[in-house]
């Protein structure tokens, strides 16, 4: 297995320190730019530990880099690791702007390293199955989709790490950070994203926030479907994401576990796996399957297949609706939607 290191020591790099652990591929050190949280996070682990990741990557050579900072520091992290001939593991999103993703993008086409964006919904079994049925033609054209994420945020979880509720750093608020995942689903399941139309708005954190926490959008999709999608931070609890996705011959409901009603009567039920982390629950189980899927096609010679590429569809679909939505205060960026778009 490979050696692979983790920038970033904050919430989200449990999953990646476990996995890594539970795959057997050896840590050999760990990086973020508070000293203490650094250090102590090398000294439970008993690996290295610095402040600059620079120096990491100068001085350890790991074979993988898993970038779990901030989302404004996901671009030139993994540029750095790029021309250091290291591959790259980036947490979602690709970028906190259109121009950053952008960078990435250019930087990873033709890279002798592989780089890989953690949308890694895609490998829940509920929704790998989806895209299965969807694929093999068998449903027959697909009619349409609707979504909904209705989560729960407050004031204290943009306290404890500011940057989450500012453009400059976050990029965005719920959309770039929580509904992401599902806007990724949605043009996944249903084909690339051909117009979006959508608002989004500040209705219940404006005294903490300068981000939104509550969207909707319309996505028409190349095959000729549409989809339509919700989502809030102004929900009481975490609720199962929901996806229900209505084909001629079945309809497909994803909430926590999958559920297939055929229209000649027959049913079939896909379970989500559960989950093993000490992180939080909603996390699930599939970043250590994206991991390990990413550590063991590290040798084939194409790009791994959630490239910066295709995390570029999901951040143009909700930056369009940030452009659309004036009144949120969103900073002006040069919004180009997915391959085909009008």
């Not at 990646?16 to 973020?32: F, K, M, N, R």
């Not at 530990?49 to 900072?69: G, I, K, N, S, Y």
């Given at each position: ?13 449990i ?5 890594i652990?539970?795959?057997g591929?050896d ?5 973020d730019?508070d000293?203490?949280?650094a250090?102590a996070?090398?000294?439970r682990?008993?690996?290295?530990a ?17 970038v ?7 671009v030139?992290?993994?540029?750095d ?15 906190h ?9 250019a ?5 002798p390293?592989k ?5 890694q919904?895609?490998?829940?079994a ?16 697909v ?6 994420v209705y989560?729960?945020?407050?004031a ?19 959309l770039i ?7 990724d689903?949605?043009q996944?399941?249903?084909g690339?994203v ?13 005294d ?5 926490d509550t ?8 095959g000729?479907?549409?989809s ?9 609890v ?5 996806v229900e996705?209505?084909?001629?011959r ?7 576990d ?7 009567g027959?049913t079939e039920h896909?379970?989500?796996r559960i989950?093993?982390s000490s ?23 194409e790009p ?5 590429a295709?995390?570029?569809?999901s951040l ?7 452009a659309q939505?004036p009144?949120?205060?969103a900073?002006?960026?040069s ?8």
């Amino acid at each position: 297995m490979p050696t692979a290191a983790v920038i970033g020591c904050g919430d989200i790099s449990i999953v990646h320190l476990e996995a890594i652990s539970s795959l057997g591929a050896d840590l050999v050190a760990v990086a973020d730019t508070d000293p203490e949280l650094a250090r102590a996070t090398g000294a439970r682990l008993g690996v290295p530990a610095f402040t600059d990741h620079r120096q990491l990557l100068a001085e350890v050579r790991p074979d993988v880099v898993h970038v779990c900072t901030p989302h404004d520091q996901h671009v030139s992290v993994a540029l750095d690791a790029i021309e250091a001939g290291v591959h790259v593991i980036t947490e979602k999103p690709l970028a906190h702007t259109i121009a950053e993703g952008e960078r990435l993008v250019a930087a990873a086409e033709g890279a002798p390293v592989k780089v890989a964006v953690c949308l890694q919904n895609r490998y829940n079994a509920p929704n790998a199955r989806m895209k299965e049925l969807l694929d093999s033609g068998e449903l027959g054209a697909v009619q349409g989709a609707s979504a909904g994420v209705y989560w729960h945020r407050n004031a204290a979880y943009y306290e404890a790490k500011p940057w989450r509720a500012t453009w400059a750093r976050s990029g965005g608020g719920l959309l770039i950070n929580q509904a992401i995942h599902t806007v990724d689903l949605l043009q996944w399941l249903l084909g690339d994203v051909e117009q979006v139309r959508g608002h989004a708005a500040t209705h219940v954190l404006g005294d903490s926030i300068e981000v939104e926490d509550t969207a909707e959008l319309i996505l028409d999709h190349s095959g000729g479907a549409r989809s339509v999608m919700f989502a809030t931070n102004a929900h009481s609890v975490n609720a199962p994401v929901f996806v229900e996705v209505l084909t001629e011959r079945a309809t497909l409901t994803m909430r926590g576990d999958l559920r297939v009603q055929y229209t000649d009567g027959r049913t079939e039920h896909v379970a989500e796996r559960i989950a093993t982390s000490s992180g939080r629950a909603y996390w699930g189980i599939s970043h250590e399957l994206l991991i390990g899927d990413f550590y063991d096609t590290l040798d084939d010679p194409e790009p791994f297949w959630i490239s910066p590429a295709e995390a570029a569809k999901s951040l143009a679909i909700l930056k369009s609706i940030y452009a659309q939505s004036p009144d949120l205060g969103a900073p002006a960026e040069s919004v180009a939607l997915p391959v085909g778009a009008r």
